[in-house]
């Protein structure tokens, strides 16, 4: 993830310093010691949606790629931990993808690809309700 991260801040230049600063934010959380999970996962999900916001393809790009990481990486995932169900790596994935209707149409397929990823993941808990409830607050947007 901090690869990609960095792969973030590297392509945002200064013509995208929102999406700079919300990655290096999250590049130094990562760094914490035993940050809570959620926290974890909110800022570098914060960093990917601004990302995936400014339709540029290769920011797009790296934001996807740092999507399927999240759903991937168990450092991501909360184990033992109890959280609010608004708070769990499914929830707060699906949340990041408000804005899906505005982004492109190859963005939106990607993103799309990831939560089939987030549904057939044996790992992962996720109600189809909680899809259905995000897909349809996306449109609404």
């Known amino acids: 993830m901090e690869k990609v991260l960095a792969n973030i801040v590297a392509a945002s230049g200064s013509k995208f310093s929102k999406v700079k600063d919300a990655a290096n934010v999250a590049k ?3 760094a914490l010691p035993n940050p809570p999970i959620c926290s974890h996962r909110e800022k570098c999900l914060a960093a990917v949606e601004l990302a995936l916001d400014t339709g540029n393809p290769k920011l797009s790009a790296l ?3 740092a999507l399927q990481l999240i759903v991937r990486d168990e450092r991501f995932r909360s184990g033992d931990q109890t959280e609010l ?3 769990t790596l ?3 994935l699906l949340n990041s993808l408000a804005s899906l209707p505005a982004w492109n149409k190859g963005c939106q ?3 799309l690809t990831v939560v089939v990823q987030l549904i057939c993941s044996s ?3 996720i109600s189809l309700g909680a899809v259905q409830s995000a897909l ?3 449109v609404v947007y």
């Open 28 to 30: 130094e959380h990562i």
């Open 109 to 111: 397929c990607h993103c």
């Open 85 to 87: 169900t608004e708070q």
């Open 63 to 65: 934001a996807v790629e």
């Open 123 to 125: 790992e992962i808990k």
């Open 90 to 92: 499914s929830i707060q």
């Open 136 to 138: 349809q607050a996306s």
